[in-house]
């Protein structure tokens, strides 16, 4: 038997190669016209049974039967990535201007996290003071869109957007994180000795807590949003009035920076959901949120929690939230990664009702996976 040559075949890899890179040229040239049948009938992207027949149509043209697990691994990837593509290139050529719900003023990290998110899309923008106010607009179908804050790394999630997501028929389509850096902004020539009152959102202030015991002659003010703040001080043009908020918001209203990232927690980040009226079914969705309530009985959430683990289901957070009118009852909030489609979350879920009182799915969508 001939000695092998590594070089020899690697140059035979490399032929091979260039032959796949043309196949699979053509392949996504293929599917990017169906993505656009598609869009003109308004079917769905993602089909699994015409998956399921096409990785058996390939597999059965293998001659060497044990190479048939890789290539079902490699065929379903090429899969996921075309409908990926398909998604994005959809998105990309949507000619109809949206309008887009953002909770605070502009300058706010909502505002910073909406542009982010719809970045190549057009759209207007329609401020809102009140969590409340940019849910019932999305529900009642006045805008397309609207983003709000679910959670921040340092303080938690928070509770009245939870307990609104729930109340209103929206449903969560995607989500955007983003590191939060809080400044102490002031008016004019103001410096640190002149602030005497501060405003800003109650997770702005207790995302500060520890510059604040620094400084106790300040007075912490709640106000409406970070962005909102900023624009009160501006108006009213006083020295001894400051707010905390991001250097957006400082360069929107003209304001000056008096102290930079005060918030305690250096990895603070705040996790913002986009929401609209009705579900949306996207391919690459991995990440569902629900909310439950369980029977009144020991054990309860734990055999609830169980049906989740026992199938493999990863679950990335839970929050409770009391009921009304009810004493020592509670919603529970869960995101986990998965999608509506796959079998084990389908299972889970009937099996997770079945235990349940109350059981209503928020939404299913794609994580926000990049790197801050």
Not at 70 to 94: F, G, P, R, Y
Not at 109 to 127: I, K, P, S, V, W
Not at 219 to 232: C, D, M, Q, R, V
Not at 256 to 285: D, Y
Request: contains cysteine; charged residues 30%.
């Amino acid at each position: 038997m001939a000695e092998l040559d590594l070089e020899v075949i690697r140059k035979e890899i490399d032929k091979v190669d260039r032959q796949l890179a043309a196949i699979l040229e053509a392949r996504l040239g293929l599917v990017m016209q169906v993505a656009e049948y598609k869009k003109a009938k308004g079917i769905p992207v993602k089909d699994k049974a015409r998956e399921a027949k096409v990785v058996e149509k390939v597999t059965d043209f293998l001659d060497n039967k044990d190479y048939v697990p890789a290539v079902e691994t490699i065929m379903h990837s090429i899969m996921d990535a075309a409908c990926v593509l398909e998604e994005a290139e959809l998105a990309k050529n949507a000619n109809r201007n949206l309008k887009i719900g953002c909770f605070g003023v502009p300058g706010s990290f909502t505002h910073q996290a909406l542009e982010d998110y719809f970045e190549g899309r057009t759209y207007e923008r329609q401020h809102y003071n009140l969590f409340e106010e940019v849910i019932t607009a999305v529900s009642k179908g006045e805008v397309d869109y609207g983003v709000v804050p679910i959670e921040n790394s340092s303080t938690g999630g928070i509770t009245e957007v939870y307990d609104l997501l729930r109340k209103f028929d929206c449903s969560i389509v995607g989500e955007r994180c983003l590191k939060i850096e809080q400044n102490l902004l002031g008016y004019g020539e103001a410096t640190l000795n002149d602030i005497k009152k501060v405003y800003s959102h109650p997770q702005g202030l207790a995302q500060s807590k520890e510059f604040f015991k620094d400084h106790p002659q300040m007075e912490k003010i709640p106000y409406f949003s970070t962005s909102k703040s900023a624009e009160t001080v501006a108006e009213q043009k006083d020295i001894t009035l400051a707010a905390v908020a991001g250097k957006k918001a400082a360069e929107l209203y003209g304001l000056k920076i008096l102290a930079e990232n005060i918030n305690f927690n250096s990895n603070n980040s705040t996790r913002f959901v986009i929401i609209t009226k009705a579900p949306e079914k996207v391919a690459s969705a991995n990440k569902i949120t629900v909310v439950f309530a369980v029977k009144h009985e020991a054990g309860s959430l734990y055999k609830t929690l169980g049906h989740l683990h026992h199938r493999g289901l990863n679950m990335l957070n839970i929050e409770s939230r009391p009921m009304e009118g009810k004493s020592w009852e509670y919603f529970f909030h869960v995101d986990l990664m998965g999608n509506l489609e796959d079998p084990d979350v389908i299972e889970g879920f009937e099996a997770v009702q079945n235990n349940c009182t109350y059981f209503k799915i928020l939404g299913n969508y794609r994580a926000d996976d990049r790197k801050e």
